[in-house]
């Protein structure tokens, strides 16, 4: 599993057009839970593993290819 960071966080809410409290919210975490991450990258591993849950239950996907980031995955069948 690729490791969250606070950027492939940002670019996954981007994706979504998600606030800190949608993330928040999706996740079942406290606003101020994603906010420290965002700002200083300290989280558990349960925190992180709530966020990853999150945004792969709206199809996107935290990647690693030569940097991490984030993207959004279609399904089989459902390409444009």
């Not at 670019?11 to 919210?25: C, G, P, T």
């Amino acid at each position: 599993m690729t490791d969250l960071t606070p950027e492939a966080n940002r670019a996954a809410r981007a994706i979504l057009k998600w606030s800190v409290r949608d993330l928040a919210d999706n996740a079942g975490i406290a606003f101020s839970t994603v906010h420290r991450f965002e700002t200083t990258g300290i989280a558990t591993d349960t925190t992180r593993a709530k966020i990853i849950a999150a945004y792969a239950a709206r199809q996107v996907e935290i990647i690693d290819q030569g940097g991490t980031g984030a993207m959004l995955v279609v399904a089989k069948g459902q390409e444009g």
